[in-house]
């Protein structure tokens, strides 16, 4: 697990930040993996 998981799921879930902003975050902060975690969604390359 990715040391920011835990924050970046934190913001997500009490909506400080938006799916396009936990989508910023892969390969930054999280993984594509933890992505699908929080969001639900699977992780897309643009």
Known sequence: ??????QV???YDVGL???IMVWNAVE???NA?????IIGKEYWKS
């Open 33 to 37: 993996d933890e992505f699908q975690e």
């Open 9 to 11: 799921k934190r913001y």
């Open 1 to 6: 697990m990715s040391k920011k998981f835990e």
């Open 17 to 19: 930040w938006s799916e």
């Open 28 to 30: 930054r902060w999280i």
